[in-house]
């Protein structure tokens, strides 16, 4: 049994930081690529950032310079690092992790369960 768990969420002021991190459990062989998400009320759920095993980064452009992906493949951890945070970030974060159990089957998607971040005007 897989779990993500996503911590880190909260309350901030815009202009503030925060630091989201998603914690990976259970049966896994191997973790490819790890991602964050978010949903804002009424809105569809849209990527922010993607890391690759060798640490290639993707971002979104509505946070690209402000939001930082990172993770650590040995404790099987991503974070985002969210910085100068503006009202329009607002959403339940997600974390997501394509991996698979062993070596002889084939990868899928784990989502975690979220965490809220608000920015307050």
């Known amino acids: 049994q897989v779990q993500l768990v996503e911590s880190g969420g909260g309350l901030v002021q815009p202009g503030g930081s925060l630091r989201l991190s998603c914690a990976a459990s259970?049966?896994?062989?191997?973790?490819?690529?790890m991602g964050w998400y978010r949903q804002a009320p009424g809105k569809e759920r849209e990527l922010v950032a993607t890391?690759?095993?060798?640490?290639?980064?993707n971002y979104a452009d509505s946070v690209n310079g402000r939001f930082t992906i990172s993770r650590d493949n040995a404790k099987k951890l991503v974070y985002l690092q969210m910085n100068n945070l503006k009202p329009e970030d607002t959403a339940v974060y997600y974390c997501?992790?394509?991996?698979?159990?062993?070596?002889?089957?084939?990868?899928?998607?784990?989502w975690g369960q979220g965490t809220q971040v608000t920015v307050s005007s």
């Open positions: 890391i690759t095993t060798g640490g290639s980064t």
């Open positions: 997501k992790a394509d991996l698979r159990h062993s070596a002889y089957v084939g990868w899928n998607d784990y």
């Open positions: 259970g049966s896994i062989f191997s973790i490819n690529v």
